[in-house]
């Protein structure tokens, strides 16, 4: 199956999973509405389509598939949820729409995205055709790739380091546990699910990573060659922060090389699961390439 025809089948499914999930929840009306908001804005669904495409690789379908991405995008929404507050990056445009605070207001925005981080927690905690040992594992990933030691960590790193010229490797730390810790996590989990074998699960953590750099490398350079409008979110704002980017460290065109070899780095990684990964390759591909 390509990448096309397995996102138009599974995108529609993960979209309804989100929906379902927040429906569900017997909560103020107004922190429903703005949960939902920001979950139904849209969105490359790049994590969830990344675990449920690692699944696939391994052998099928799991069913509880859709619930551990619908829970890795909730996280993912809360990262951008708080990310755009005035106190963050001060953002008033998201996936090509108003910013959940500039619609809900502070307030409920911070408690929205506090809603969705702990319920993704729930949610794995309560899948009904994982092991015990397995939902553990999961929790226990997701707690440190969201977490201090992985996207919240990393987003401290990114608000220190603005001002500042940081090294390439200081850079590349801020990239691994703000975009690549949950991009890995995606993958691992979904490694998980699938029945991975320890060497399988080497490769495709080691998968993960690169592409983890690869999409954040590939963020610096939109951010730089891109408009708001095919962004969907505003243009040169890395500039404007004085943050650190690759292109700002290395020129754009060493950027792009950077870009090139994690994306091959990552497509060694997985040749070793056997046969012909073709998500995994499209998913590395469309990440290099995207436009937003």
Do not use: C, W
């Amino acid at each position: 199956m390509n990448l096309t025809l397995f996102r138009e089948m599974n995108e529609p499914l993960i979209q309804q999973e989100l929906s379902s999930l927040i429906q569900e929840l017997n909560i103020p009306a107004s922190l429903k509405d703005s949960m939902d908001y920001s979950l139904q804005a849209g969105g490359k669904r790049i994590r969830p389509i990344l675990l449920l495409a690692v699944v696939q690789e391994l052998g099928g379908s799991h069913p509880d598939a859709l619930k551990v991405a619908a829970a890795i995008e909730m996280i993912h929404t809360y990262s951008l949820i708080h990310d755009d507050l005035p106190s963050m990056d001060n953002d008033d445009l998201r996936r090509g729409m108003p910013t959940n605070h500039k619609v809900y207001g502070e307030a409920v925005a911070i408690l929205a995205g506090d809603a969705l981080l702990t319920y993704s927690f729930g949610i794995v905690a309560r899948l009904k055709h994982v092991s015990s040992d397995d939902k553990i594992r999961l929790i226990d990933l997701m707690s440190v790739s969201a977490g201090a030691e992985g996207m919240v960590g990393g987003q401290v790193l990114d608000i220190e380091g603005e001002e500042k010229k940081l090294t390439l490797a200081e850079l590349e730390q801020v990239h691994r546990l703000k975009t690549g810790a949950l991009l890995t996590f995606s993958i691992v989990a979904g490694a998980i699910l699938g029945g991975a074998t320890p060497e399988q699960m080497v490769a495709l953590s080691k998968f993960g990573e690169h592409i983890g750099l690869a999409f954040q490398i590939q963020d610096d350079i939109l951010d730089v060659t891109g408009t708001s409008q095919e962004l969907g979110k505003t243009a040169g704002k890395d500039e404007s922060s004085e943050k650190s980017t690759y292109p700002g460290l290395l020129t754009l065109p060493k950027a792009k090389e950077k870009l090139d070899y994690h994306a091959s780095e990552a497509l060694a990684a997985i040749q070793s699961l056997g046969g012909n990964p073709q998500l995994l390759n499209e998913l590395t591909a469309l990440i290099v390439e995207r436009n937003n």
